[in-house]
Each structure stands twice: as structure tokens, then as C-alpha cells.
């Protein structure tokens, strides 16, 4: 009985390092370095939290960000949907240059009486111009005294990101 008793401990203690060496969870954030300045962001990787990005959110730190992943690259538009604050947008495309720039100013929320399809068309569209496959997001006024235009390098792991991106 009491073999048996520590065969099984036995079996057991040799499991607990095994579980300890599982894949850890995946990042929530990631450090974005662009004209010189180094940026925390939150990600959004896949579709719930790209079509969430910083909507709600009343104001950003100096140093930080969002940064949207998608699966591909290809020519995309931002609007300004549930935002409630200016930003600076930056669109990267997969090898880390930046393919467009803009400010976009917030606009009115959905009003009660208006459908979600009436609002999201009277939004306007920020255009990456080029393909992209990531985009940052910061405070307002922050990208053009970095000098960040198209061209620009921006500095992250995008093979991570990559996989990531859903």
C-alpha cells in the first residue's frame, strides 16, 4: 500500500515542473519606437479589440499608445468611432515603414436617435494611402514634432506580432 502510495507522489511531484513550463500568455503590450521616441502600447490584435481600439478613452500619457495587428496588409481606413479624444495616427506597413500620417480630430458621438449605420457613415475616413499591416495610435499633436511622415521607420517585433494578429 504504502509503495503504491509513493509511486503515485512520485508520478505526481515529476508533473508540477511540467506545468510550470506551459506557454505563457501571449503580451498585451508592446514597445513601438518611432522618430526617436519609445512608445508603450496596448495591442489589438484581433477583431474585438481592433473595433474597440481607444474608444471611451479620455486621454493618453505622453508615452502611450495602441497598436492595432491585422493578419495582412492591405489599404485601410481608421474613423473615429466612440472616441472621445483627438489622436495622431500612424499606419506601418509589414516591413516597419510608415505608409501615411494624420491627426484625426474627434467628432459628435452616436446620437440616440441615430443608427449605428447612419453614425458610422457620416464618420470620417483616415486612409493608410499604401498597404498596411499595423497601426499606432498616440495623443494628439505628438507625431509631427517627432518628424513622423510617410517613410518613417518604426521600430518593433512585428514577427510577433504577426503571429499574433487574428
Not at 489589438?44 to 473595433?51: F, G, K, M, Y
Not at 466612440?82 to 505608409?99: E, K, N, Q, W
Amino acid at each position: 500500500m504504502r509503495t503504491a502510495l509513493y509511486a503515485a507522489l512520485a508520478c505526481l511531484a515529476s508533473l508540477v515542473p511540467l506545468a510550470s513550463c506551459g506557454p505563457s500568455a501571449p503580451p498585451t503590450t508592446m514597445k513601438v519606437t518611432v522618430g526617436g521616441k519609445t512608445f508603450d502600447c496596448k495591442l489589438a490584435v484581433d477583431t474585438a479589440s481592433r473595433e474597440q481600439g481607444l474608444g471611451g478613452v479620455a486621454s493618453l500619457g505622453p508615452t502611450e499608445g495602441m497598436l492595432f495587428a491585422f493578419p495582412d496588409s492591405e489599404v485601410r481606413r481608421f474613423w473615429m468611432r466612440r472616441c472621445i479624444m483627438d489622436l495622431d495616427i500612424a499606419f506601418i506597413d509589414p516591413f516597419g515603414f510608415v505608409t501615411a500620417v494624420h491627426t484625426m480630430p474627434k467628432e459628435e458621438l452616436q446620437r440616440a436617435d441615430e443608427t449605428e449605420e447612419a453614425y458610422l457613415a457620416r464618420l470620417k475616413g483616415y486612409p493608410s494611402v499604401y498597404p498596411a499591416q499595423f497601426v499606432l495610435e498616440v495623443a494628439p499633436g505628438t507625431l509631427a514634432p517627432l518628424g513622423v511622415n510617410r517613410g518613417s521607420r518604426a521600430e518593433f517585433d512585428r514577427e510577433a506580432l504577426k503571429r499574433l494578429a487574428k
